[in-house]
């Protein structure tokens, strides 16, 4: 027989974490914007990334998407710890024994809340070892140059391959094919080993099609 | 809070609140005595009005896992407490911020429409006895908020591979 009493033993019921008007807190006093938990938070203004990039190609010139990549990478790194902790200690249980579905519900509520756009996953090939990720409204993407002409959310692609590498202990790439600022509707990634991933390496400088691209992958 | 005064916050450097909207505050500082005493109420009897649900529910479920059954109860909670805090403030935005979207979410990848409905209609059987018709009017239209998350397309199958953790995905 199910006791509500037992129910209530620990201190919460827990809810939405990422609900942004618990997750964002402060002490303006300070001058501190903080998530929930007291971690700060920064608001980046759109012309700082206008500069990132700027700067990058000034000194990197092509190699400024490797360069945000692997920033991504050290970022992703270290999100993915936050990320973790955060929630499994507010839902009380391990990262890795939540549900797929669980786990991609509580990471698309942190981008959104995060203010980074809206993240989606398609589960379509994931039976063949590849996971795609479709982003809308990337900052990133938004303030890429006009002539940059190349897929511009290198960041968000190095702290993807990051973070999924941490949470299931292979190192995972990640790639881009389409591109909010190249005119398409989304960003697309494709998640997956980066011995398979190697063999589109072409395509993807090709700018070919993210369906070609999938066939040969899974073919 | 209620939006009125949340918008006072922001907007009090624009303009003075137009009489109407000076009324709808008064309105609501008046009813701010009734709403603590509910919300004291459904703070104090939440055990006890669960309980009852509860038992029912393993015979009404008896092929479901318990652990399913404690989680929509928990939700269900959730929910109750969610409502109490929107009706406190009279705020049906809180409402959905805090939890209707994620709820949604929730019953959909869980699979538990048919639980959750139960319950949710079960509780409120069971407030529509134990508060009265003042009471039930504060709290119903949060309540039929709640409902708004039961949606026929979040049947999922229970078997749906998206249910496998994320570690057997590579």
């Not at chain 1, 964002?24 to 929930?36: A, I, M, P, S, W």
């Not at chain 1, 990337?138 to 959310?153: G, H, L, T």
């Not at chain 1, 980066?194 to 063999?199: G, N, P, T, Y």
Request: hydrophobic share 40%.
């Amino acid at each position: 027989m199910i006791s509500i009493a037992d129910l209530l033993v620990q201190p919460r019921l827990p809810g939405h974490y990422y609900s942004s008007q618990a997750y964002v807190q402060g002490d303006l006093e300070l001058g501190l914007l903080e998530n929930r938990r007291g971690d700060r938070l920064l608001a980046i203004p759109s012309p700082l990334i206008e500069a990132i990039y700027s700067g990058l190609l000034r000194e990197t010139g092509q190699a400024a998407g490797l360069v945000l990549f692997n920033c991504g990478r050290w970022w992703g790194k270290n999100f993915y710890i936050r990320f973790r902790d955060e929630v499994t200690d507010y839902y009380e249980k391990p990262l890795v024994d939540m549900s797929m579905a669980e786990f991609l519900h509580c990471l698309k509520d942190c981008w959104a809340t995060y203010g980074w756009g809206k993240l989606e996953f398609d589960q379509m090939h994931h039976q063949r070892g590849f996971i795609i990720i479709r982003t809308t409204n990337s900052a990133f993407a938004n303030s890429a140059p006009e002539d940059y002409q190349v897929p511009a959310c290198s960041l968000e692609s190095g702290v993807l391959s990051a973070f999924f590498s941490q949470l299931v202990g292979r190192d995972l790439h990640t790639v881009q094919t389409t591109c909010e600022s190249l005119g398409d509707t989304c960003n697309t990634f494709i998640v997956g080993t980066r011995s398979r991933l190697d063999a589109v390496e072409s395509m993807i400088e090709k700018r070919d099609s993210h369906d070609s691209i999938m066939t040969l992958l899974c073919a | 809070m209620k939006p009125i005064i949340e918008t006072l916050f922001h907007d009090a450097e624009s303009r003075y609140l137009k009489p109407d909207a000076i009324v709808e505050v008064s309105q609501y500082m008046s009813s701010l005595r009734e709403r603590t005493s509910l919300y004291r109420t459904i703070r104090d009897q939440e055990i006890t009005w669960m309980q009852p649900i509860a038992d029912e529910l393993e015979q009404c479920f008896p092929t479901e896992q318990v652990d399913r059954l404690e989680n929509s109860l928990r939700n269900a909670m959730l929910s109750l407490r969610h409502c109490a805090m929107a009706m406190l403030m009279d705020d049906l935005i809180y409402l959905e911020v805090h939890f209707l979207t994620w709820f949604e979410e929730s019953i959909k990848i869980h699979g538990t429409l048919a639980i959750d409905s139960h319950i949710h209609s079960a509780l409120l059987e069971q407030l529509s006895q134990v508060l009265n018709t003042s009471q039930m009017r504060l709290l119903t239209p949060f309540l039929h908020e709640i409902e708004s998350s039961f949606k026929p397309e979040a049947v999922v199958n229970i078997n749906d591979e998206s249910l496998l953790t994320v570690a057997g995905l590579f």
